[in-house]
């Protein structure tokens, strides 16, 4: 098999065990992304030779003195700090921005062995939902999803096994399910934002996609991210309990995810689990409009220094929310900032009662076009309630293009969240209906 | 008058109308930091040729073409990126630090026209309470506090006539008290942290330095800081209704911010205002164990990477916050932002209900050596509450240092705050018996 398709499992194993050096495997992957790049268009910046260049640096590291993931491949979000490469955020105001600083994240990555491979695209300040230039590499006549496109689309299309993106509504996990792939939010904060641009701070979430949750808890371990509880090695579907959760927003759901949860919650009983579904209460009926109103009054905030850099760069979405054009006033946003803040400990009590929450990932497949990356109505209450989310890929939708659904769990019940996900996982993924073309 | 005494409106008045170049105003500025470093060591980085070419490049900017505050000095915490100065947070990992990137706040004040004269100390990372080099002016042989040291200290001498800090627990409120002069915390979030390094993502706070009011709201105009309700341009004090909220830590209180408080509602009340005791309920007691937990926990994630980077250069409090020494639970993380974000309409509807509410900024005056920048224990209650808050000046210790009194209003009422501000703030400089001798 071509090193690029392995998971960073195999890979990692092979460097270990000496079969495979980090540079073949950064070349099998430079050639996979030489073959594609032009229909999938996954990259702001990628230079084959600093690639190798960096590859070779780390075979060089005498393996005794080698890090946790030594030669792990990692597509970056291009909102998020490295120090070699620009960092452009999807904004002609940040055309060729390349101060020399690496984020907290790829601090950690680095200091444990990674391979930055370059920078991936995001919609405009991942704030609006029209596409970049990427493609979905199971149909490039659509949309990966946004604001995270590029991670998602590049570790979708094996040109990376792993990337990193942000979710400040539902940016990690929509990509995921339009791409075909795991995409795991965790709890806000447990990863250090720091060096990501600024949308939101209240929501503003660092995320991962993988094509296995064995990979996704490879870059958990990294960040220290603990439960209370100590970390169960193995879950098994029979007996446990899920929980249903359409939330406010299902009258938007489309076939392909009406479908999708049903099969799911299906599949899960066929495996013997208790499947019932949650009713929300109507307090959690206002998550939608809180939410929106956070990320248009946090955003005149956060982008005023562009306004005053140069508006004219800036779309008129943006412009709109730092003139503030919907009149949303502070009363507003400290009442969404309370209003969501006291249903936190509640949706925890919730989800404490399931070995996770089954809810949809998406409205339906990914659509066609660039021109919008879709919608996050269906992720953007889990950003704003702080808990662990990650998209379990297996079904499809009426033009075979992949459909994820999310599992939910309580705050800081990360790990808990992986394992069970890899036992929903597997059956998703053997039955749930979608085959991997590519 | 020398320039460098000046206040900014002043100032900004002379340079407008053509008395005063900002080449001037820089070089008195420079000559003040030039007879006064060796005794308060107030700056990490300033470079007077650097300083001098960028006051001649704003004085060639065509008056019609300026912003609205050009020629604004200001001092710059050393924890808050300026894309042409270092960047070292009090730490030796990051000596010669240097990214050329301007924070979202340093974006915002030089494109309205600042003048960045240099970097101020800092405790490490903003997080410990060991002291930088930077003496208290009105005593050298006394703490500046902390953590934003330098820049509350060089507005105190009159090397800078503003300053930019930032607080955490009382980095901000805290230093203005021991160098006598007034420091504005605002809402959380009302201004953007980008750029400023993490320590607590739900606590960090941008805050600034001034010798008036007026300057501190000069400062707030830029950053599009609005109250819902139309600002009140005077406020009276006779006929208003102001409370004191001595808190559950009012037994750690010394002899001299116990007399600051109480002359503080004496003088309130001999100029025609009614004072009251806020009684705060049992809830509020948890908060100062409640603060603690969320720099505990958060600094977990925060300085993974230094950790990872060099733990050798981390102080030992710092490597046991992420080593999690004191085993604080995620459990107890999320009761504690539960438990706080459940107070702060509390306080509101509270605060509502008076000018504004009267607390100790600090424990008492400035305490003898550098060993301690001293403690921000009746601060970290409203840094967590996210409410605004103003130390006002005028009051002073048994060793004529100065003492200052915290106003408190409720979140996004920080224009009003200012108003009523300078109203009491007059009162208290005339009355409170303290007296600049610099």
Known sequence: ????????????????????????????????????????????????????????????????????????????????????????????????????????????????????????????????????????????TRTPGGSSSGSAAAVGDFQAPVGIGSQTGGSVIRPGSFNGVYAFKPTWNAISREGLKFYSPILDTIGFFARCVDDLELVTDLFDIEDDEAVISEFTVRGAKFGVAKTVVWPKAGPGTKMALESAAQLLRSHGAEVEEVELSSEFDRMPEWHNVLTENEARATFLPEYRLAKEKLSPFLTGRIENVNKVSRAAQLEAYDGIAALRPKIDEIAKGYAAILTPSVVDEAPLGLQSTGSPVFNSMWTALHTPVINIPGFKGANDMPIGISLVAPRYHDRRLLVVSKAVGAIFEAEGGWERKL
Chains 1, 2 share one sequence.
């Not at 032009?38 to 005498?62: K, Y």
């Not at 890090?67 to 060729?96: C, E, F, N, R, W």
């Open 1 to 140: 098999m071509d090193p690029y398709r392995l998971t960073v499992t195999q890979a990692l194993s092979n460097i270990k065990n000496g079969s495979l050096t980090i540079e073949q495997y950064a070349r099998s992957l430079l050639s996979r992304v030489q073959e594609r790049d032009s229909t999938v268009q996954a990259w702001t910046h990628l230079e084959p030779d600093h690639v190798i260049e960096e590859a070779r640096r780390l075979d060089r590291v005498p393996f005794g003195e080698r890090g946790p993931v030594h030669g792990l491949p990692v597509a970056v979000k291009d909102l998020i700090y490295t120090k070699d490469m620009p960092t452009q955020y999807g904004s002609p105001i940040y055309d060729g921005h390349a101060p020399e600083l690496d984020a907290a994240s790829i601090i950690v990555l680095r200091q444990a062995g990674a391979l930055i491979l370059g920078k991936t695209t995001t919609t405009e300040f991942a704030s609006t939902q029209g596409g970049p230039k990427t493609c979905n590499p199971h149909d490039p």
